[in-house]
């Protein structure tokens, strides 16, 4: 397999999936994993390796904002209206690079109005303010045996944490450590609120690099498909400040992509032009020769996606990227490895076979910084719903313009799971704890194989194969023996 290093023996007559391999650890002179650099090399702007995929469950704007800050890119989905797209782009610009944005009411406001939204960020908070200046916090627990129809102001904590805006992350650490708090309110000098901070955000800080444009502002991507005027909305997304375009469509290796790649290509927009999805050498050249940037590799390992098991079609996502991204080297072009990560090892696996950013959709739908309204099991489990983006739910909504007849007819070529429940996890419920965890897990990566950075992971990196029983082996047993 081009490009990937195998322990003698180990090279397999057959395609992989990331299950199917291990790393092997090398002599190394690399002691932290602060040693090791994340960002990427492809264009795009991320210090960390992930994108969030454009898949309306999962991509909106507390995810763009969230994901930047900490160095990532959110896609926005295709289906989403030029004018809707805007003002998220806008909104995503206009964001902190270290405070979060919290959400408000007023002090009449009553206790279910703060209930119904406290969920909306991970924080767990509402911010009370008054003539735009932050008057009190309310949060769930202070909630907790209270009658609903009561004021905020007769429950909000009027004492709560409060630092400038320009305080470091150790000052607000130190500040809440103090306190015995878990939240501060950053002010800006007129004393208008600028946006909270946790005690863990503001460790985070210290330790990412976010994303931003050459404006010093936060980076956001976009997506359009390949039907209707593509050039027209991807200048209209460009203009909006979308700082990376994504051309998507399913088979991304069909005359139908190439035209829609190559008008765009010819229009010189300035960013970054990502194109997919395929899972070949000579889709990759393809794609590459038409004006691709980077371009976009997976077909059937996402959580969502039925299309392997509807047409046969698709490949093991490890193979798929390895090959791809042999491809993409010898052209001056990147790829982004798309879909079958279940676990931060997925993630390592994918940067060692030469992907310079992986996707994620599924695994971020069950946080609360994705789109969908917050339910809870008969069990008492929290989950968001996420479906997948060639399903009938999303199909419905791409074709509402459509007549009663073609909407029918297209109905009947749906792929695709249309609702799954993606729990919270109870441990890693925010997208910032889903990025620590993946991060962890890549920079240990690198450290075991001797990288400093992702360049030096691909080089580096040494893998075995092994067997169904061999991954289970690595499993940790929670529950005992």
Known sequence: MAGVQFLPGHTPPYDLTYDDLFLVPNRTDVSSRFDVDLS???????????????????????????????????VLPQDLPITAAADTISFVKSRSLTADTPVTLGPDHS??????????????AVVIVENDKPVGVVTE???????????????????FVSAAATASPREIFDRLEAAHAGLAVLVHDDGTLAGVVTRTGA???????????????????????????????????????????????????????????RAVADLKLGVPLVAGNVVSAAGT??????????????????????????????????????????????????????????????VALALAAGASNVMIGSWFAGTYESPGDLRVDRDGNAYKESFGMASKRAVAARTAADSGFDRARKALFEEGISSSRMRLDPERPGVEDLIDH??????????????????????????????AAGFAEGRPLPSGW
């Open 141 to 159: 627990a202070a909630c907790a045996d209270v009658d609903r129809f009561a004021r905020l102001r007769t429950v909000a904590d009027a004492d």
């Open 438 to 467: 993946i991060c962890s897990g890549v920079r240990s990566a690198c450290t075991y194989a001797g990288a400093r950075t992702l360049a030096e992971l691909h080089e580096k990196a040494v893998l075995g194969v092994q067997s």
């Open 203 to 261: 460790v985070r800080d210290g330790i990412y690099t976010p994303a931003v444009d050459r404006h010093g502002t936060l980076r956001i991507a976009a997506a359009v498909g390949v039907n209707g005027d593509i050039p027209g909305k991807a200048k209209a997304l460009v203009d909006a400040g979308a700082d990376v375009l994504v051309i998507d469509t399913a088979h991304g290796h069909q005359e139908k992509m190439l035209e829609a790649l």
């Open 285 to 346: 050249r393809d794609l590459a020769e038409a004006g691709a940037d980077i371009v976009k590799v997976g077909v059937g390992p996402g959580a969502m996606c039925t299309t392997r098991m509807m047409t046969g079609v698709g490949r093991p996502q490890f193979s798929a990227v390895a090959e791809c991204a042999a491809a993409a080297k010898d052209l001056g072009v990147h790829i982004w490895a798309d879909g079958g990560v279940r676990h931060p090892r997925d």
């Open 111 to 124: 206790v279910s109005d703060a209930l119904a939204l406290i969920h909306k960020r991970a924080h767990r």
């Open 40 to 74: 990427t090399s492809d264009g795009t702007g991320t210090t960390i390796p992930i994108v969030v995929a454009n898949m309306t469950a999962v991509a909106g704007r507390r995810m763009a904002e969230t994901v930047a800050r900490r160095g990532g890119i959110v």
